[in-house]
């Protein structure tokens, strides 16, 4: 069994900076590319990004690239989400999410069999 928690949400100005970590409680962290997501209130999840199993590649959406990056500590079972110049439309909530024995990145939420519960970002202009 797998379990994803998410933290490090918050209530910033836009152009701030703020990390979110997702801890991945179980086994085997390394078989699974870690997906994030985001879900603003009236719309459709989307996806912000990925990282492979050994954090060689890595995918983001396109409404992020150049801003997010992210980041994955295997000895420590956590993947990482740093934001940068934070934009009101960035307000969302975001969730991280578990691909096992991806072997691609997906941007697909539908091939990610674990999800945490979420966080919350609120970006203020």
């Known amino acids: 069994q797998v379990q994803l928690v998410e933290s490090g949400g918050g209530l910033v100005q836009a152009g701030d900076s703020l990390r979110l970590s997702c801890a991945f409680i179980g086994r085997t962290f390394d078989m699974y590319t870690m997906g994030w997501f985001r879900e603003a209130a009236g719309k459709e999840r989307e996806f912000v990004g990925a990282?492979?199993?050994?954090?060689?590649?890595?995918n983001y959406g396109d409404s992020v690239k150049g801003r997010f990056t992210i980041s994955r500590d295997n000895a420590k079972n956590m993947a990482y989400l740093q934001m940068n110049n934070l934009k009101p439309e960035d307000t969302a909530v975001y969730y991280c999410?578990?691909?096992?024995?991806?072997?691609?990145?997906?941007?697909?939420?539908?091939?990610?069999?674990?999800w945490g519960q979420g966080t919350q970002v609120t970006v203020s202009s």
């Open positions: 999410a578990a691909d096992l024995l991806g072997s691609i990145i997906l941007k697909e939420a539908v091939n990610y069999d674990y």
């Open positions: 990282i492979s199993r050994i954090g060689r590649s890595t």
